[in-house]
């Protein structure tokens, strides 16, 4: 157990070797194939996954009359980037922007937090009765969203015991994001894997159990927490339908995809001002993912975490 | 074994905290009921003595003027600055409700409703029956309303001889026309205007020379949203047949859309897209499509009401000159004829509102212009509208049928928007002519279960445009059965009332 | 855990140890499981109740059994709905469950441009799913889409994909699949990269080649993630709903409707909330046939 602990400080022994196809293999013919293969089909990934949404902005950086004629042009004619600003202006984006920044704060504080507790307790501490606890959140991962949205909208409108109504507030956003029954089990069974062994070694060291949550496990679970983050960040930016449920009439108020959703609704924008729109909903989510992929991947390797 | 237990366990433990709270649940769904209600019954004396001066009222209004709409925004200003003067005690939100068929639920039973909204005639089974509109039958009387509205409207939103909106727009159905589409394609007569189709067969063989005169398929139908059984509905009426058959006898309903008239109306639009191939390309798609197509010249005809193409010239840039309308024609199977289906708005009162808030609605709609009333502020609003559209290139001119139907009203409309008529009035003519004179029947929509109706044809309507082997025949009568079998039968046993 | 330390000390003071251990857990709970009850539990109960009673609104006012379910069942799209449902189910674990895997694998072994790999293929997950719909239904459009104007630049007749009764459901996996995949991608390749290189260089020196260190060493480390995946992935796509609802609102002639939908259908169009819940009772009865699965998957995978 000891060069887990070890390992963990061994950085460049991680970044060097990784994977099947060692240096060794490679002398293989049949392997050298076999990593060309990998490498084409990579590329034909990213070319599947950037060639749709880049189609979509350039087309929509088109003046009109091309945006609609048929055939559509694959490689636009006209370029009109000024679209951008026109329709940032025109729709009043930077109030949007921060306002999801806020719900986006306040969901990631709760997601982390609450989530990671539950995650903790249900794999380490295990209290009595915590079988119970753990067969709950499974079966709620099972749950149809629609059966429950009518009652979740009531109790929203008055909270139950409190009485007291948090919509038109990002309250609610907040509250649903401490209780993901997927992040709990995500936490958990990361949590699970980290061997016994690092915990006795902490107990016999005198710590207390919230010791050892800050100590020992709170520096183990960067990664998990990054890959949660990632994914609270991920789904509450793209998050409309209860913004758009609780967020009522108070346009002040308003996030980003509920902004798209009223443009794509009956409200009646051209589809290629639509498109321009889409492009701020992907920028932003790109440039944090950029951002956090560093933070993730020296999580990964840092972490003394073996399978 | 265990994990069975505890499983069972589990589920033990939230039906008893879900009992806990049910029955809290629906004690608020009887005070609700309570509170629609007693308002309603208050209404009629507090409509004898007006609130009392001061005595503070908020109210929230639909309508909201589009951020990028400058001139609409200014008299938005303007006329909450008249409010504030004539109502000091009033207090009005305008807020953005644009009415949306998929959120307009969650909103109405958690009290998130304005006070003041407007929906399409389509929605009011659904609205009045789930209690989401206030019965304003003593404010319609006191303000001197009920008699001004054209009754087939009326109709539409009354139960029990309680009414539960204002009408205050409507349309018959007709065709839309792009008129030079129909120049390119040379369909005009010796002064060069665009001659129209008669009937259906016409329609298809135009719609043909238009498509080789600019390539683009010249006829649109809707498919999605109930909209494509909407559009079916008008077809087969146009054809000559119908939807429901009332036996008052035994107070029942018999669906009758599989009849030969129906079999055609289907057939013709099966040919439309088959034999004509003259259907646009995006099948999937509801009447915004049109409105995009419609901007762009790439359509040539579509049944739609007087109003729906100020939405190619907001969202599309579309250039209102281009169109034309007339009525929807008749089929062409020996029983075709000319009618047009009704449909329009109508201005409702939130069920929780107090009759004070009902009363400062309408003195806010007077205001509008929305009421049948003529006051020189009615008058002027119109004007002002009139002048906003035109500044936004809408369509100014055409009324199409209005809800209101004394004349002497609409001649002083009509005279309030003259100096800012948009369009060539001759182009409408077939279509507001035949409004005007009563040649063009009219017919509302069909009365049971009428969205579930359209939903079912919208799967037939798709079939036989997507499908080029689909039976005409077949699909109609599976789909009335299914009707008459999941709607209508229970319907008729009394074990579901709407 | 506890009950094994404990055995050496008396019995009060051992009980007493593991309540105040026990009480510290549940505190520690405490947030996340108010929220849970009443954010989750307690409405998704409520809804059941729901699915009982004639609704007016969205409140109850007739307890009236199981007359909600009767009705719904007979419904003529009812059947459609069930059936398409198992079809995007089937359709999104053909195409959605191996592709992740196999990304993770070479997203792992390739040695140079790896953040940027890694980039792109979590690039689609970021894109927001109402983003997404509308962005296919573009690609997909039958005269200015992306795929129709590609193969007409070869000489190919125009595909009217999402309009052809036996396309549409492929073709909105495909949309599915490409903004999920990624992200689950990147799961696997957190597990990946928890491999123990030792075990590889141990192999290398037994003389196992690439695919038996695939087989032995990289398929077992990660194989405890595949049942959790799969039972997320298919209760994910059973409940799919927005997208055909963007894409095709279920068409042509219900092609696309889905379980989900329908009860949306009921609940937002038809304002009938108690089929609606009738509706999310049949398909929550189905995924927990599914749960029990996983319980099964999850004792033989301990054993």
Known sequence: ?307 | MKKVLSLVLALLMVLALAACSAPAESTPADDGGAAAQTPADDGGDAAEEPAAEGEPIEISVRGLPKETDTAGKQIMETRLATMKEKYPNVTVEVVDFPYDVNTFLPKAASGQLPTLYNTFFTEANKIISQGFALDITDLMNEWGYTDKVNPAYLELISRDGKIYGLPSSGYALGMWYNVEMFKAAGLVDENGNPTYPTNSTELAEMAVKIKEATGYKAYFFPTKNNQGGWMFTQLVWSFGGDMEQYDEENDTYTAIFNSQEAVDALQWLKDMRWKYDVVQDNILCDTTEAHKLFALDQIAMAQMAQDQLNNSVTNYNGDITHFGMGTIVPGDNGKGKSIGLLGGTFEVIAPNATAEQANACFQWMELEGTTPNLTEETLQSFADNAMVDQENGKLVGVLGLPAWTDPDYISQRKAAIEPYVTVDLELYKPYTDACENGTYELHAEPPVYCQEMYKILDSCVQAVLTDENADPQALLDKAAEDFQRDYLDKYNSGAEAQ | MQLVTGKKKPLVKRFAHAFRQDVGAWVLMLPSLILFIFFVWQPLVNGLILSLFETKGFDPVRFIGLQNFIDVVQESSFRAAVINTFKYTLWSLVLGFPLPILTAVMLNEVKRFKAFFRFTVYFPSIVPGVAAAILWSLIYHPTSGLLNSLLSVFGVDAIPWLQNQNLVIPCIVIMMTWKGFGSTAILYLASLQGVNQELYEAAMIDGAGVFRKFWNITLPSISGMFSLMLVMQIIGVFQVMYEPLTMTDGGPNNASISLMLTSYFYGFRFYQAGRAAAVGTITFLFLIGLTFLYFYLQRKNDN
């Open chain 1, 1 to 307: 157990m000891s060069e887990i602990v070890q390992s963990k400080f061994d950085k460049k022994k991680d970044a060097q070797a990784m994977g099947i196809i060692s240096k060794f293999d490679m002398q293989n013919p049949s392997v050298k194939v076999l990593y060309g293969l990998i490498w084409f089909f990579l590329i034909l990934a990213v070319l599947l996954c950037f060639v749709p949404p880049l189609w979509c902005m350039t087309s929509a950086l088109k003046d009109s009359r091309e945006f609609f004629s048929v055939p559509a042009t694959i490689i636009p004619r006209s370029f009109h980037p000024e679209k951008l600003w026109e329709t940032w202006e025109m729709l009043n984006f930077g109030q949007a922007y921060i306002n999801t920044v806020i719900v986006l704060c306040g969901s990631l504080v709760m997601s982390l937090v609450c989530n990671g507790m539950m995650g903790y307790v249900l794999s380490r501490l295990r209290p009595r009765g915590y079988k119970l606890v753990l067969s709950l959140v499974l079966w709620t991962l099972m749950l149809p969203q629609s059966v429950s949205q009518v009652p979740l909208f009531k109790n929203f409108l008055s909270l139950p015991i409190l009485g007291i109504n948090i919509t038109e507030s990002y309250l609610p956003m907040w509250l649903l994001a401490g209780a993901n029954a997927f992040y709990v089990l995500i936490f958990k069974s990361f949590f699970d894997s980290i061997p016994q062994s690092l915990i006795e070694a902490a107990r016999l060291d005198g710590c207390t159990n919230l010791g050892i949550f800050f100590r020992v496990m709170l520096p183990l679970s960067k990664p998990v927490l990054m890959v949660i983050a990632i994914f609270t960040i991920n789904a509450s930016w793209s998050d409309f339908f209860w913004p758009y449920l609780v967020l009522g009439s108070r346009s002040e108020l308003y996030t980003v995809m509920v902004k798209i959703f009223y443009m794509a609704g009956s409200s009646g924008y051209s589809e290629d001002i639509q498109v321009v729109a889409l492009i701020f909903t992907i920028i932003p989510p790109t440039i944090l993912f950029l951002f956090f992929q560093r933070y993730i991947m020296s999580g990964f390797t840092l972490s003394g975490i073996k399978g």
